[in-house]
């Protein structure tokens, strides 16, 4: 149990909708970084924060949000939804706010849209 | 940016041989290489890691060696087990930078 926490584990929409995924990162991680894992492809970063504030941007779509609260836990917002968007996202967490050293995962959220 | 290449995609070996994943790296500012296994259904976990200061690093069966001045670096799994099945990705970063670049990921199977 790495001791970062995301829900909902599977999610199946339609398109056009939006959804929330929700990441609450290790207990003292100041930093959660959002993961997409399409079928067959690597890990692709989407956005980083520390403390509440944005520290770096990837490949993000615009119909795509992110934002990380008081409590440090973050929200990935997805809206627009397509069908290419249907992939594994995960949170990660790291006490630094630099990229060095190990990142906690959690076990992902299954977004499925139909 | 930073690039990372890993290959190969998929391997396949016998119980007891062992398994190099190979990969490359395109900015010379990089100075930190994890390795991740992610087990099927679950998220990516750390097994080792080197620094540019270093040139290999063991943990058990483990292995990882880095080449700055080819900027490469490579997986050594020895004496495998079929419990060593899983994907595994390396990436690059730096101290100056904010994300991690992962490779692609390659698909081990252990065959018994």
């Known amino acids: 149990d790495s001791g970062v926490t995301q829900t909902p584990k599977h999610l199946i929409t339609a398109t056009g909708q939006r959804v929330t995924l929700r990441c609450s990162p290790r207990?003292?991680?100041?930093?959660v970084y959002w993961y997409q894992q399409s079928l067959d492809q690597g890990l692709q970063f989407l956005i980083q924060?520390?403390?509440?504030?944005?520290?770096a941007k990837g490949n993000i779509l615009e119909r795509f949000s992110a934002q990380q609260f008081p409590d440090l836990h973050s929200e990935l917002n997805l809206s627009s939804l397509e069908l290419g968007d249907s992939a594994l996202y995960f949170c990660?967490?790291?006490?630094?706010?630099?990229?060095?050293?190990?990142?906690?995962f959690g076990e992902g959220s299954r977004l499925t849209v139909l | 940016g930073e690039n990372v290449e890993q290959h190969p995609s998929t391997l396949s070996v016998q119980e007891g041989d062992s398994a190099v994943i190979k990969c490359t790296y395109s900015?010379?500012?990089?100075?930190?290489f994890p390795w991740y296994k992610q087990e099927l259904g679950k998220g990516p976990q750390l097994i080792i890691d080197?620094?540019?200061?270093?040139g290999e690093k063991k943990d058990q069966r483990i292995a990882v060696t880095l080449n700055k001045t080819a900027k490469h670096f490579s997986l050594h799994i020895t004496e495998t087990q079929p419990e060593d099945s899983a994907v595994y990705f390396c990436a690059a970063s730096s101290n100056t930078g904010n994300q991690f670049y992962f490779g692609t990921g390659t698909s081990l199977t252990v065959i018994p």
């Open positions: 207990s003292g991680d100041l930093s």
């Open positions: 990660a967490s790291s006490p630094r706010t630099s990229s060095t050293g190990e990142l906690f």
């Open positions: 900015d010379s500012a990089s100075n930190y």
């Open positions: 924060y520390y403390n509440g504030e944005e520290r």
């Open positions: 080197i620094r540019s200061n270093v």
